[in-house]
Structures are given as C-alpha cells and as structure tokens.
C-alpha cells in the first residue's frame, strides 16, 4: 500500500447490514485504530462511515468536529470502503421485487445459464431460485460489428470497448404498458 503520508490517516471501511467496522492507519501508531458501530443507528449519527471517520479524527487531531460539519479532509490520504449489504440482499432473496428485462428470444437465457457448474456430469444439479419475478421480452435486436471498417451506420460502442450494430432500436412506448403493468401488479401486493 505505500508510505503513509507525512501525517494523513488511511480509512478502510467495512459497511455491512448490522455493524460498520472502521479501521485507522494512524502515522506513528503500529495497530491503527478499529472502531465498531451500528450501521443504522439515526438517534446518534446519519451515516456510520462518516461518524466513525470523525470520531478517528476528533481523537488523532484532539479538535472537536461536530456532527452538523463537514469533515476535514486535510488529514486524510484516503478512503476505501466495501459493503455487504446488497450481496447480503440476493444472498438471502430480499429486498424489492424485480423484473428481468432482456431481448426478445432469450427469455429463457438465465435459466438455460452455461455449462459452468463442479461436477460437468451431475444429473441433480440444484439450482438457485430466481431473482426477479417475470420476464418482459423486449423488441429489439443488436449485433456485433465485425468489420471495423463498417459504415453502415447505427454503430455504438459496448461497456468494454466492443463495437456493436444496432439491428432493431428498442421501442420505448411499447414497453410502457407493460412495465406500467407490473408496476400495478407489484404496487397492489404491498396495499
């Protein structure tokens, strides 16, 4: 990780659903500095990351920071911060209902999944429920562009650099009705 910095303290935080674990790398101290909090906790602070780094700093500093301040960052080299709560949300199936929205032809894609599993010849393979709650197919169509050199137009560029055509552009009023549909449909099971 480097030197620390000429006086700047190091935060690694751990979010998690109940407890909020901060730890320190304090100049000068061998074992820095942990402190555990609750992750929701609205009758003492806001936010559990942000009152353990000023209580870290009110004691490296030995200066009162009020909770209504912002933070002083002038002492500070960085942040790091990981969370569980959303895996922790699939893990254990809650959180909102949700739909799965995929291309037309595929509405099957993530049950039929890939051939990736620990033992390729086990007939009784159990697999996780689902995620979401419906599938809506959507009319549309894109391809990979092979050519670079390929003008034919509707090129656009993928999340990781792919050069992708656009076949069928998705039609956005006719998918209105149906996620206006389910919008209603999961609404009435909370009423």
Do not use: H
């Not at 000068?28 to 000023?54: F, H, M, Q, T």
Request: glycine letters at 10%; charged letters at 30%; a negative charge.
């Amino acid at each position: 990780m480097g030197s620390v910095t000429e006086g700047k303290l190091r935060f690694c935080i751990d979010r998690g659903g109940t407890f909020t674990d901060v730890y320190a790398e304090i100049p000068g101290l061998s074992d820095g500095r942990v402190l555990k909090l609750l992750s929701v906790d609205p009758a003492n602070y806001d936010d559990a990351p942000v009152e353990g780094i000023r209580r870290i700093l009110e004691e490296y500093t030995g200066k009162k920071i009020p909770r209504t301040s912002k933070i002083p960052t002038d002492k500070i080299q960085w942040i790091r911060m990981g969370t569980t709560v959303a895996t922790n949300a699939l893990l254990e199936r809650k959180g909102e209902r949700i739909a799965l929205c995929v291309t037309k032809g595929f509405k099957d894609l993530l049950q039929i999944g890939n051939q990736a599993r620990p033992d390729i010849f086990d007939l009784t393979v159990a697999k996780p429920s689902n995620l979401y709650e419906e599938v809506i197919e959507v009319d549309e169509r894109i391809e990979l562009a092979l050519e670079k050199g390929d003008n034919s137009g509707g090129l656009i560029k993928g999340v990781s650099g792919e050069l992708l055509r656009v076949v069928k552009t998705v039609d956005e009023e006719a998918l209105k009705p149906v996620t206006l549909k389910i919008l209603v449909c999961q609404t009435s099971g909370f009423v």
